[in-house]
C-alpha cells in the first residue's frame, strides 16, 4: 500500500519534472508523511507552486508540502483515506503527561507521527486560536481546559470561562476551579476583564512588598496565590461589542505573565476587525485550525497553508520562536468530561477565592451576575414581559457605548445652556435656534476633537513603533 504510493508519488513529481530520492516514511493517525529528497537545484518553490496539480494526479485532496526542519528534506503529507480520532482521556493518563513539566502544561493534540504535543501555557504566555466553523476549535478549548484541571489542584488554578454560545462550557459550572460561572453576557466578560486587570496590578503590588519577581517565586516562598487562565471561546462576539477589550486584552498580554495570569482567546472570524495588529503583536503563539481562505490563514500565521488544512482537530501551531508544527487535536466527548469533573462538584457559593487578592470584589461581582442569570432564565421560561418604553429607552441607551453616550450628553447639555442664556425677550422659536446652533456646534467640536485624538494616536504609535 505504500509502496504503491511512494511509487506513485515519485512517478508523478518527475511528470512535473522534479526529482529527488524518498527518504523516511511515517504513517501518522491523520497523514503518511512521505520525505523527498530533491536533486540539487531543485527549488523547492516549484514543488509548493505544484502542489494542487501533483494532489489532482494522485486523486487526493489536501496534500501539504513544507521543508523538514534542520534538514535537507521536505515532506509530503499525504491524507489518510480514514483519519483517526485521538482520544483525549488516555493522554492525559499516560506517564509522558504526568511527567510534563511547567507551570500550565496543556495537550495541544498529538503531532503527525502521532506523538504528544504538550505545552507549557505559562511560557507561551498566551494562545490566540482561530479556524472556521466545525473546525476543532471548541473540542481543542477544552482538552487545553481539561489537561490543566488534569495537573493543577483547584487551590492552583482559577478559571473564568467565556461563552457566548452558552452551550460550550456550561457542563465546567460548579466546579471547584471556577472564579465564576461561565460568562455567556458579553456586557459582562468586558466586566471580568477589567477584573482581571485590576487583580494583576494588586498581585505585583504584592510582589513588590514581598520583593518576587513573579508568581513561581512568590509560590515558592510557601504562599498561596492560584494561576488564572481566562478562556474566551468566540473572540469576535467580544470585541465587536465592546472595543475596549483591545485595550484590556493587550495590558493583561504584555504584563499578566509574571502575574501568572494567562489568556487563550478563540475565534472564528479571522478577519482584521477581530485579530487586531494590537492583539496580533501581543499574542505570539497561534494554533490555526482550518481557515476558509489563504488571507484568513495570513491574518492568523502570517502565512498562506491553513486553508489547505483537514478539518476535525487538524491545525498549525505556530510558537514564538517561529516554528511551525502540524498537529491533530485530541477529542473528548461529553460523557468523559463530565466523569473527569466528577471529582470538583461544588456549589458556586463554596468556592475559595483564597490568594486572589481581589477576591471578595470578584466574589460580589460572581453573586450579582448569579442573580442576573437566574432573572433572564425565568424570564425565558415564562415568557419575555412586552417592554415599556423606559426599558427600550435603557436598551438604546446602553447600546450607545460610553463615548458616545458622553458626546450626547454633552450636546445635551450645550442645548439647555444655550436655551437658559437666551435673552427673555427673545421668541421662543429664535431661542430654540440658538440652543439648536449650539448643539451642533458642539457636536463639530466633538467630533474634531475625537478626529484630533486619532491622529495624535496614529502618530505617536508610528513613532514608538520606530
Ligand atoms: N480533534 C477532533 N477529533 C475528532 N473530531 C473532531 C475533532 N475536533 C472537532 N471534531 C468534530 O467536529 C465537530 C465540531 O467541532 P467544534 O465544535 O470544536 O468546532 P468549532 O470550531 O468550535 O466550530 P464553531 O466555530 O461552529 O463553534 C465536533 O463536534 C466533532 O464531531
Ligand atoms: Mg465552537
Same mark, same amino acid.
Given at each position: 500500500?505504500?509502496?504503491?504510493?511512494? @511509487?506513485?508519488?515519485? @512517478?508523478?513529481?518527475?511528470?512535473?519534472?522534479? =526529482?529527488?530520492?524518498?527518504?523516511?516514511?511515517? =504513517?501518522?493517525?491523520?497523514?503518511?508523511?512521505?520525505?523527498?529528497?530533491?536533486?540539487?537545484?531543485?527549488?523547492?518553490?516549484?514543488?509548493?507552486?505544484?502542489?494542487?496539480?501533483?494532489?489532482?494526479?494522485?486523486?487526493?485532496?489536501?496534500? +501539504?508540502?513544507?521543508?523538514?526542519?534542520?534538514?535537507?528534506?521536505?515532506?509530503?503529507?499525504?491524507?489518510?483515506?480514514?483519519?483517526?480520532?485521538?482520544?483525549?482521556?488516555?493522554?492525559?493518563?499516560?506517564?509522558?503527561?504526568?511527567?510534563?513539566?511547567?507551570?500550565?502544561?496543556?495537550?495541544?493534540?498529538?503531532?503527525?507521527?502521532?506523538?504528544?504535543?504538550?505545552?507549557?501555557?505559562?511560557?507561551?504566555?498566551?494562545?490566540?486560536?482561530?479556524?472556521?466553523?466545525?473546525?476543532?476549535?471548541?473540542?481543542?478549548?477544552?482538552?487545553?481546559?481539561?489537561?490543566?484541571?488534569?495537573?493543577?489542584?483547584?487551590?492552583?488554578?482559577?478559571?473564568?470561562?467565556?461563552?457566548?454560545?452558552?452551550?460550550?462550557?456550561?457542563?465546567?459550572?460548579?466546579?471547584?476551579?471556577?472564579?465564576?460561572?461561565?460568562?455567556?453576557?458579553?456586557?459582562?466578560?468586558?466586566?471580568?476583564?477589567?477584573?482581571?486587570?485590576? @487583580? %494583576?496590578?494588586?498581585?505585583?503590588?504584592?510582589?513588590?512588598?514581598? %520583593?518576587?519577581?513573579?508568581?513561581?517565586?512568590?509560590?515558592?516562598?510557601?504562599?498561596?496565590?492560584?494561576?488564572?487562565?481566562?478562556?474566551?471561546?468566540?473572540?469576535?462576539?467580544?470585541?465587536?461589542?465592546?472595543?475596549?477589550?483591545?485595550?484590556?486584552?493587550?495590558?493583561?498580554?504584555?504584563?499578566?505573565?509574571?502575574?501568572?495570569?494567562?489568556?487563550?482567546?478563540?475565534?472564528?472570524?479571522?478577519?482584521?476587525?477581530?485579530?487586531?495588529?494590537?492583539?496580533?503583536?501581543?499574542?505570539?503563539? +497561534?494554533?490555526?485550525?482550518?481557515?476558509?481562505?489563504?488571507?484568513?490563514?495570513?491574518?492568523?500565521?502570517?502565512?498562506?497553508?491553513?486553508?489547505?488544512?483537514?478539518?476535525?482537530?487538524?491545525?498549525?501551531?505556530?510558537?514564538?520562536?517561529?516554528?511551525?508544527?502540524?498537529?491533530?487535536?485530541?477529542?473528548?466527548?461529553?460523557?468523559?468530561?463530565?466523569?473527569?469533573?466528577?471529582?470538583?462538584?461544588?456549589?458556586?457559593?463554596?468556592?475559595?477565592?483564597?490568594?486572589?487578592?481581589?477576591?471578595?470584589?470578584?466574589?460580589?461581582?460572581?453573586?450579582?451576575?448569579?442573580?442576573?442569570? =437566574?432573572?433572564?432564565? @425565568?424570564?425565558?421560561?415564562?415568557?419575555?414581559?412586552?417592554?415599556?418604553?423606559?426599558?427600550?429607552?435603557?436598551?438604546?441607551?446602553?447600546?450607545?457605548?460610553?463615548?458616545?453616550?458622553?458626546?450626547?450628553?454633552?450636546?445635551?447639555?450645550?442645548?439647555? %445652556?444655550?436655551?437658559?442664556?437666551?435673552?427673555?425677550?427673545?421668541?421662543?422659536?429664535?431661542?430654540?435656534?440658538?440652543?439648536?446652533?449650539?448643539?451642533?456646534?458642539?457636536?463639530?467640536?466633538?467630533?474634531?476633537?475625537?478626529?484630533?485624538?486619532?491622529?495624535?494616536?496614529?502618530?505617536?504609535?508610528?513613532?514608538?513603533?520606530?
Amino acid at each position: 500500500m505504500i509502496e504503491n504510493l511512494t @511509487e506513485k508519488l515519485t @512517478e508523478t513529481l518527475s511528470h512535473f519534472g522534479i =526529482e529527488g530520492t524518498i527518504g523516511e516514511i511515517f =504513517e501518522g493517525p491523520l497523514i503518511t508523511d512521505i520525505q523527498f529528497q530533491l536533486t540539487h537545484g531543485t527549488k523547492f518553490s516549484t514543488v509548493a507552486n505544484s502542489i494542487k496539480d501533483i494532489a489532482r494526479e494522485l486523486g487526493v485532496s489536501g496534500i +501539504r508540502v513544507a521543508p523538514v526542519v534542520n534538514s535537507t528534506y521536505i515532506s509530503f503529507e499525504i491524507p489518510q483515506p480514514q483519519a483517526q480520532t485521538i482520544d483525549f482521556v488516555p493522554i492525559l493518563q499516560s506517564e509522558e503527561f504526568r511527567s510534563a513539566k511547567g507551570g500550565l502544561p496543556i495537550l495541544i493534540g498529538v503531532d503527525m507521527h502521532g506523538k504528544p504535543v504538550l505545552k507549557d501555557l505559562a511560557k507561551m504566555p498566551h494562545l490566540l486560536v482561530a479556524g472556521t466553523t466545525g473546525s476543532g476549535k471548541s473540542v481543542g478549548l477544552n482538552s487545553f481546559i481539561l489537561s490543566l484541571i488534569g495537573k493543577k489542584q483547584p487551590d492552583e488554578l482559577k478559571l473564568i470561562l467565556v461563552d457566548p454560545k452558552r452551550i460550550e462550557f456550561s457542563m465546567y459550572n460548579n466546579q471547584k476551579y471556577m472564579l465564576c460561572p461561565t460568562v455567556t453576557d458579553m456586557s459582562m466578560a468586558a466586566r471580568w476583564l477589567e477584573k482581571l486587570c485590576d @487583580e %494583576m496590578n494588586a498581585r505585583y503590588a504584592v510582589f513588590e512588598k514581598a %520583593m518576587v519577581r513573579n508568581i513561581g517565586e512568590y509560590i515558592e516562598k510557601g504562599n498561596k496565590m492560584p494561576y488564572i487562565v481566562c478562556v474566551i471561546d468566540e473572540f469576535a462576539d467580544l470585541i465587536l461589542f465592546d472595543k475596549n477589550v483591545e485595550k484590556q486584552v493587550q495590558i493583561l498580554a504584555q504584563k499578566s505573565r509574571a502575574a501568572g495570569i494567562h489568556l487563550i482567546i478563540a475565534t472564528q472570524r479571522p478577519s482584521v476587525d477581530v485579530i487586531t495588529g494590537v492583539i496580533k503583536a501581543n499574542l505570539p503563539t +497561534r494554533l490555526s485550525y482550518k481557515v476558509s481562505s489563504p488571507v484568513d490563514s495570513m491574518t492568523i500565521l502570517n502565512m498562506a497553508g491553513a486553508e489547505d488544512l483537514l478539518g476535525r482537530g487538524d491545525s498549525l501551531l505556530l510558537e514564538e520562536n517561529g516554528t511551525l508544527t502540524r498537529t491533530l487535536g485530541a477529542y473528548t466527548p461529553n460523557n468523559d468530561i463530565m466523569n473527569l469533573l466528577v471529582p470538583y462538584r461544588c456549589e458556586m457559593s463554596d468556592i475559595d477565592y483564597s490568594g486572589i487578592i481581589t477576591g471578595a470584589q470578584i466574589q460580589e461581582q460572581t453573586q450579582e451576575y448569579i442573580a442576573q442569570q =437566574e432573572k433572564a432564565k @425565568e424570564e425565558a421560561l415564562n415568557g419575555a414581559k412586552p417592554q415599556g418604553l423606559w426599558d427600550k429607552m435603557k436598551g438604546w441607551w446602553n447600546k450607545l457605548g460610553k463615548p458616545m453616550q458622553r458626546r450626547v450628553v454633552n450636546i445635551g447639555i450645550a442645548f439647555v %445652556m444655550a436655551l437658559i442664556s437666551s435673552k427673555s425677550g427673545k421668541s421662543k422659536k429664535s431661542a430654540i435656534q440658538n440652543a439648536t446652533d449650539a448643539a451642533v456646534k458642539s457636536a463639530k467640536r466633538s467630533v474634531k476633537a475625537q478626529a484630533k485624538q486619532a491622529i495624535t494616536k496614529t502618530i505617536l504609535d508610528s513613532l514608538n513603533k520606530k
